[in-house]
Structure formats: structure tokens, C-alpha cells
């Protein structure tokens, strides 16, 4: 069987190319062709991993027409309005973007709105303009190379390793034109509500059974045969062993103290402008313990965030605190986003290793509390506004849909205030199983068990 695998940026490469899901493929005697849009750099890293992918095609450059993507827009904010009433949760808007800068986006912004709230009116006219979105797709000037490519390719099934980049829409659209499979992952445990599910498949390879009724709930267009419960490949790399490093030699590589307490600060992209505020705010508090006591910290930066909006905190305190950057490359000259930056396989001995030997994890509603769950580490979610009148209310953020899944459960302990910081650092440092006992249950909910048997899961289910 000839598998065409979309691939276009390198989160995709990271959770599943990276992983054994390609060994697996090879195991059932599958032919995997790589379509993608990435760096030689990042090809060879991939080559690296998996020496027997020998086959990469890059995909042709794809630009939306203004009529198309306006089109998108209006779609994914008339799903956005739609989820809000059948969640009943108003922070499903949050995910619809009006912080853009140019007069350009702004103006599409503000008539996307005004046609996604007529679509959002009748769900026939919102399937209605998903068809018309396809057909406007089959229509741009890159779908005579598509066509080219995939009879030249002729895949028995086609599988899109990221839903929401509108540069795998016309690919998908061709292959459903040729009457080819189609099956697409879903990027991550949050994303359903956000309503950037760009083309429809054949088959939905989702996390769990939670993520499955929830895409059948706000895509009833979807039957419940076409979900399937797989899980993802994205925390495998914590069971190869390989991986792992020895605390003492891993430590002294970065300059951090064996003999210390160590906690982890994972930060989350851009789009949480408040991070820094947050690292601050929990460096004073550790700057004021005695010495002897005061445990160390190691920031780890989310890998598409590569500003300097924690320069001056990390100067301040770097008496205590060692930054451990994600090892993903940026290469500054390719103009397109999406091809400008990939991880190495060696991001995954950073971060297996940074989860193996912290003591416990601090964030802002960060996926890194999966991470640390899975080697039973606990997590301290930060529960305040660190300034007044806040952009990003810290309420809305905790509100937000997949936070649902931890009803019921001690999944993580909670610091809802500056002045609760140093109590609830101590307390997980010293009784880490009273702190989010639920956290392997909460996991349990997010994504099918056993981890490690997922990439087999997705194998068996593509082919």
C-alpha cells in the first residue's frame, strides 16, 4: 500500500514523523511518500531518524485567493459562534483573532464577521459554504501541479498530519477528486472547538473518546464511523529509553546542581503575553528563601518562541535560573512560516530529560502538565492576573473548552495568588503525590492508553 503522508511544518515532523508510527508503516510493507513543505536541513534531520523514508516531495507554492480566504475566515467564525451555543461556553470566541496589525487583516476581520454571523444563522448555509470553499479550492492556479503530483504519486490513502494549515486544503481536495482516502490527524487536545477543521476526510484519527464526541458534537456532518480513537504518537518519546540521560551528566551540561530541588518553568507562545510577568513573579519569591533551601529553576521557552521578551528576567536571576532552549532551528531565509523552523530529534533528550529530573512543573494552563503526568511529576497551574486589567483574564483561560476534561479531578494544584506562590512550591516539593493525585486519571481522559502502543493504533487505523 502507498501512503502519502502531508507534512507541512515541523510540529508535524516532531509528533509524528520523528516517532515509530513511520516504523510501523514500514512494518506492514507501506510505501510512505512525504509531501511537505520543509527545509533540506529538515529533511536530512528526518532522513537521520528514519534512514529508509527516501521520498520527499515538496509542495508547490499555494497562495489563497482573497475571495477563498475570506471564505475561511467567514466559515471559522460562523463555527465559532455555533460552538459557543452548543458548548455553552463563551470563551470559545477567544480563539477568533482581532489583534491584527495591518489595515488589510483588520478589514478581513471585519467582513469575515459579517458573513460568518449570516452563515451562523442556518447550519445548511454553513455546509453549504464548505462546499463552495472546495470548489473555489479546485479552482486556484496550484491545483494543475496537485493533480500532477498525486496521479504521479497515486497513494492508496492520503493522511494531512495538521488539520488546520490551509496549504494541505487543495491537496486534499485533489485527492478527493481522484477518488483517493483521505484521512487527517488532529494537531493537538484543544483544537476541535477553535473551528479550523479547514477540509473534510474520509476518516478522523483522534486522541481519545472525549475528542471524538466532541468533533461528532460540533461537526454533525461527521458520523461516529469516521472517528477513530488512536491517540497520538506526540508523548512516545518518553518511553524510549534511549533518550534519557543520567541527572548527574545532564545537569552539569547546562550548569544546573544535582544536589538541588529543581522546578521547571514552561512557558507558552506569544499569544500569552503575560509569561514574563508570571517567571518574575515566582523568581522574587524564590530569590527570598535562604540559600541552602531555595531550589533552582530550568525555563524551558515554548520552541516557536524565540523573542527576547525574557531576556531581562532570565540576566536578573540567573544566579537560580538556567534557561534550556527547545533545540528547533529557524532558518531565516525562507520567507514562508511554515518551512522557516523544525525541531531536531535531539529537542525530545530536552525535554524527556528536563520532565525525568525536575521535581515539578509551573505554567499557564500548558500542555507540559501531560508531559509531566506521564512520569507521574505534578503540576502547579498559575491562577492569577499578574496585572491589572488584563488582556487574556486568567477566568477566561481556565474556562476555556478542554479544561472541562479535568472536572471532578485533582489533576494539578492551583497558585491563585502571588502571595500563595512559595506555600504551593513548597508543599509539591514536599508532598508532590497530595498535589494533582488525579493527574495520570486526567491524562487517562485526554489521550488512549497505553501510550506507547498509539503509533500501532494509528498504523492499523491509516492502513
Known amino acids: 500500500m502507498k501512503v502519502l503522508l502531508i507534512v507541512p511544518d515541523g510540529v508535524a515532523v516532531r509528533n509524528y514523523?520523528?516517532?515509530?508510527?513511520?516504523?510501523?508503516?514500514?512494518?506492514?510493507?507501506?510505501?510512505?511518500?512525504?509531501?511537505?513543505?520543509?527545509?533540506?536541513?529538515?529533511i536530512t534531520e528526518i532522513k537521520n531518524v528514519h534512514p529508509q523514508l527516501d521520498t520527499f516531495i515538496e509542495i508547490p507554492k499555494f497562495i489563497e485567493s482573497p475571495l477563498t480566504r475570506l471564505l475561511r475566515e467567514s466559515l471559522a467564525f460562523a463555527r465559532i459562534l455555533r460552538n459557543i451555543k452548543v458548548l455553552k461556553n463563551r470563551t470559545v470566541i477567544t480563539f477568533w483573532n482581532r489583534n491584527h496589525k495591518t489595515f488589510k487583516l483588520k478589514a478581513l476581520n471585519i467582513v469575515s464577521e459579517f458573513f460568518g454571523f449570516i452563515l451562523s444563522k442556518s447550519y445548511q448555509l454553513v455546509l453549504k459554504a464548505d462546499y463552495?470553499?472546495?470548489?473555489?479550492?479546485?479552482?486556484?492556479?496550484?491545483?494543475?501541479?496537485?493533480?500532477?503530483?498525486?496521479?504521479?504519486?497515486?497513494?492508496?490513502?492520503?493522511?494531512?498530519?495538521?488539520?488546520?494549515?490551509?496549504?494541505?486544503?487543495p491537496i486534499v481536495a485533489v485527492a478527493k477528486k481522484e477518488k483517493i482516502k483521505c484521512s487527517t490527524v488532529i494537531f493537538s487536545w484543544d483544537n476541535i472547538p477553535k473551528a479550523r477543521l479547514i477540509s473534510r476526510y474520509d476518516s478522523y484519527l483522534v486522541w481519545s473518546d472525549l475528542m471524538k464526541d466532541q468533533l461528532v458534537l460540533l461537526y454533525p456532518e461527521i458520523s461516529e464511523h469516521q472517528v477513530l480513537v488512536v491517540g497520538t504518537t506526540q508523548f512516545e518519546c518518553y518511553f524510549n529509553q534511549e533518550n534519557y540521560l543520567k541527572k548527574e551528566l545532564f545537569f552539569k551540561q547546562y550548569g544546573l546542581d544535582p544536589l538541588k530541588r529543581t522546578i521547571c518553568f514552561s512557558a507558552n507562545d506569544r499569544s500569552s503575553p503575560y509569561d514574563p510577568n508570571y517567571l518574575e513573579d515566582v523568581c522574587k519569591v524564590i530569590k527570598e528563601m535562604v540559600e541552602n533551601e531555595r531550589p533552582q529553576i530550568l525555563f524551558r521557552r515554548c520552541p516557536v518562541d524565540k523573542s527576547d521578551r525574557f531576556d531581562t528576567i532570565l540576566e536578573t536571576y540567573k544566579s537560580f535560573v538556567t534557561p534550556i532552549d527547545p533545540d528547533w532551528r529557524v532558518e531565516s531565509h525562507l520567507k514562508t512560516a511554515f518551512a522557516s523552523i523544525y525541531p531536531t530529534y535531539n529537542d525530545f533528550v530536552l525535554l524527556v530529560n528536563t520532565v525525568k529530573h525536575c521535581d515539578l512543573v509551573i505554567n499557564l494552563g500548558s500542555t507540559m502538565a501531560h508531559d509531566f503526568a506521564i512520569l507521574d511529576k505534578p503540576c502547579l497551574y498559575l491562577n492569577y492576573d499578574p496585572i491589572h486589567n488584563s488582556t487574556l483574564p486568567v477566568n477566561t483561560i481556565y474556562n476555556f473548552e478542554h479544561f472541562r476534561s479535568m472536572k471532578g479531578l485533582n489533576a494539578v494544584g492551583w497558585i491563585n495568588s502571588k502571595a500563595e506562590i512559595l506555600d504551593m512550591i513548597l508543599k509539591t516539593l514536599n508532598k508532590p503525590n497530595e498535589v494533582g493525585a488525579d493527574r495520570k486519571k486526567w491524562m487517562e481522559t485526554i489521550v488512549l492508553h497505553p501510550l506507547d502502543k498509539n503509533a500501532i493504533n494509528i498504523a492499523k487505523a491509516l492502513l
Open 17 to 42: 514523523l520523528y516517532s515509530s508510527f513511520i516504523v510501523e508503516l514500514f512494518k506492514k510493507k507501506a510505501e510512505v511518500i512525504i509531501y511537505h513543505q520543509l527545509s533540506e536541513s529538515a
Open 132 to 169: 463552495w470553499y472546495e470548489k473555489r479550492i479546485l479552482k486556484s492556479q496550484v491545483i494543475e501541479k496537485i493533480t500532477k503530483d498525486i496521479k504521479s504519486i497515486n497513494p492508496d490513502v492520503v493522511l494531512n498530519l495538521h488539520q488546520r494549515s490551509p496549504l494541505t486544503a
